[in-house]
């Protein structure tokens, strides 16, 4: 185990230098600090306080999702893994990130400056700074619907995405359509690119053919579905699958604007099973992930790692909750 001596030495400082660089004491320069926590990090050293389990301190760091209200999709997600981190006697600290702290901290100094043990990132897109910092990082991390390959201190978990869009495509296949439309996520995101490929997959194993003018990139909000809905329905689509249940609730509106009943004229599927399905006007049929357990498994996923064990995947199965957003292909007189 790397010692605060070894650390000195290395940097041809005193100890107590070193120490007052990894406590954050304000008589040395910030440039020496940021120094001695980045050779702290080479190093692969870890505070005593992090070691200790009376201290032992996580952080959940949030980007580009919404966490605070039960509607939320991450709501259930940060709170199972709060609830199963206090169980085992970690506290747990939420930290919103933005860009711009990306740029100004790197990951791994950031936790050791910070005396966090690991860390669990949620809503990361592929093009991030930090994304590209865990393709070398020592700090145990675990990402949600993230991989990063050949780090043995990084993990991911998440929902089969594939087996999702395959009940989802199989199921109106069965109900006989074969004119469906796929309105995805946001593009820079691994979980649009898998839902992306296993949509197309899907269709062929069907034998249906994934068509170009049926298929689209959006963002993971309602208002995504007014810009390509008018030109799915216009190319015959029968049924849309979305890319989570809010895209899912944008559609049903937009399919409303423009005189189609649902699941009449068109049926329309989401992702996620976040509260709202239950309640849009017809009930959403969509595919559900359980949050909670992913929460849950996340934090026993980053407690491996925290302990030397190297976790790399963890996905859960997802489940196709059928209610009246979708139907029988309808039938032309």
Not at 166 to 189: C, E, P, Q, R, W
Not at 276 to 302: D, H, K, M
């Amino acid at each position: 185990m790397v010692t605060i001596k070894e650390i000195a030495e290395k940097l041809g400082v005193s100890i107590s230098t070193v120490s007052k660089g990894l406590n954050g004491a304000s008589d040395i320069s910030d440039e020496l600090k940021q120094i001695v926590l980045d050779t702290a990090v080479e190093m692969g050293y870890s505070t005593k306080r992090s070691r200790n389990e009376k201290y032992r301190k996580l952080a959940i760091f949030v980007e580009n999702m919404e966490y605070s209200n039960m509607d939320d999709f991450g709501y259930d997600i940060v709170l199972g893994f709060k609830q199963n981190a206090f169980r085992h006697k970690f506290e747990v600290e939420i930290i919103p990130v933005t860009p711009s702290i990306q740029e100004q901290e790197r990951y791994d100094t950031y936790l050791l400056k910070h005396q966090y043990c690991g860390a669990f990132l949620v809503g990361f897109a592929l093009h991030d700074e930090w994304m590209k910092q865990l393709e070398t990082t020592t700090m145990p991390t675990i990402l949600l619907d993230n991989f990063i390959p050949e780090n043995p201190t990084v993990g991911y978990v998440g929902t089969d995405n594939a087996e999702g869009i395959d009940m989802a495509v199989k199921y109106l296949h069965n109900l006989g359509h074969k004119k469906i439309a796929f309105l995805n996520g946001s593009l820079h995101s691994k979980v649009s690119e898998d839902r992306q490929k296993a949509f197309e997959s899907s269709m062929q194993k069907c034998g249906l053919v994934p068509e170009k003018n049926l298929m689209a990139y959006g963002f993971y909000v309602a208002d995504s579905a007014k810009y390509h809905v008018p030109g799915f329905l216009s190319n015959g689509a029968t049924a849309i699958i979305c890319g989570n249940d809010l895209i899912a609730s944008g559609v049903i509106n937009e399919c409303k604007i423009r005189g189609f009943k649902v699941p009449d004229d068109i049926s329309v599927i989401g992702f996620d099973d976040i509260p709202i399905a239950s309640t849009t006007e017809p009930p959403l049929s969509t595919v559900r992930q359980e949050r909670n357990e992913l929460g849950r498994c996340a934090f026993v996923a980053l407690n491996s790692l925290i302990n030397h064990i190297p976790i790399s995947i963890t996905l859960l199965r997802p489940q196709l909750i059928i209610r009246e957003s979708s139907g029988c292909v309808p039938v032309k007189n």
